[in-house]
Structure formats: C-alpha cells, structure tokens
C-alpha cells in the first residue's frame, strides 16, 4: 500500500512531448545526413534546403519516420526522380512501413512474414545469426 501511494502521484504526470521541441535536432539529423550520404552527394544545395525544409515540416517529431523518408529520397538515382518521391513521400510511419512492405518481392514474402513473426514474439531479442537458422 506504501508502494503504490508513493508512486500514485508519478502515474499521472504526464510529459508533453511536442514536435516543435525536437526540430531543431531533427534539422540537424537532416542536414548531417544530406551533407554526408553519398546517396545525396548528386542533389544541389538548394534541393537539399527543400528537402530539409519539407523533412522538417513533415516529421512530427520523429526521427525514426525522417530516417524512412531520407532512405527514400536516397534511393533516387536522379535528382528529377527525387523531387517527385519528395513531393508523394509517405505522411506517416504506418504509410512507410506498408510501402516497405510492399515493395517486398513475392518470393521473399513468406521468409520475411517468418522472420517479422520470430522478432515480433521471441521471448529475448534475437541475434541476426539465429533469426537466419
């Protein structure tokens, strides 16, 4: 009883996490991979400001989701071909996540539904070696 009157008061405090708190690190995390990725390497400085401009506007304070989306534009080997993925790029990390997944080839969609089942439910975090056996 002790216990719980003494953590009672820390169950209701509450934390705001708000997306303008972080976009200052965001922008940095934007700037250091469009400057140091050799996937960018190809973009004009004024494309990257665009990209780092929309990345931050878009990223509702999330790194994890402006890490899809880079890896995204990374992956343009022309930058014609970037500025329309920047313009279509997912809104939000389930949308990442069902493209990702999409873009699986058929073959692979079993063994990656396997895998995805073993992560998912191991009872300790697995090694890349025993998710392979």
Known sequence: ADIVRSLQPLATFVIPLQSKTVDPDIRSYIQKSLD???????????FKTEIEETLVADSQGMFRLVDCLLRILEECLVPTDARAALEELPKDLDSVYSRILGSIHETQRTYVQRAMHWLAFSAEPLTLGQLAE
Not at 36 to 46: A, C, I, S, Y
């Open 36 to 46: 140091g990725r050799d996937g960018f390497k190809k973009f004009t400085k004024e």
